[in-house]
């Protein structure tokens, strides 16, 4: 299995398990599933004591993305376009930085460079339409996880930028 680690941060952001479709060389897309996530009843078997009354659990079950809660990853605030564009110049910057000191070659780079700005467009043109996470440290200068959903409106899927991930083999 690979679990693929923001570059920046070090925050597991997405694994090999899902399928990971790269999108105009800058981006993976992953479809997610919405999933119930609840409080498991287990009997031990005891008989309960008549002196003690039930508690109540309040833990109900929750409706969760699976990629979300499999990654920790935290909602954080909206942005709109000009927020996202001034995000996105300081993150873009960084990465092209750390792929720098990892050794990434030019020819690497510039596809990162012209990917990006591409894909970026088509960000900030339907920017109302996606949620944005951070990984479990909740850096703000790494990666935005950007959840949006298929045209069917029922689909979930997470977009995460291709050159700001590194690998680790598990």
Known sequence: MIIYKDILTGDEIISDTWNLKEIDG???EVDCKSVTKGI????TGANASAEVADEALEDAPAQVIDVVDAFRLE??????KKQFLTYLKGY??????????????????KEFES???????KILSNIKDFDFYTG??????????LLNYREDG????VTVWKHGLTEMKV
């Open 26 to 28: 800058a981006v993976y």
């Open 40 to 43: 498991e009843n287990i009997d």
């Open 75 to 80: 909602l954080t605030s909206k942005y709109d």
């Open 92 to 109: 873009m910057k960084r990465v092209k930085e750390a792929m720098k000191e990892k050794g990434a070659d030019e020819a690497t780079i």
């Open 115 to 121: 990917g990006a700005q591409g894909y970026a467009k």
């Open 136 to 145: 479990s440290s909740q850096d703000p200068d790494g990666m935005i996880v």
């Open 154 to 157: 029922v689909t979930p899927f």
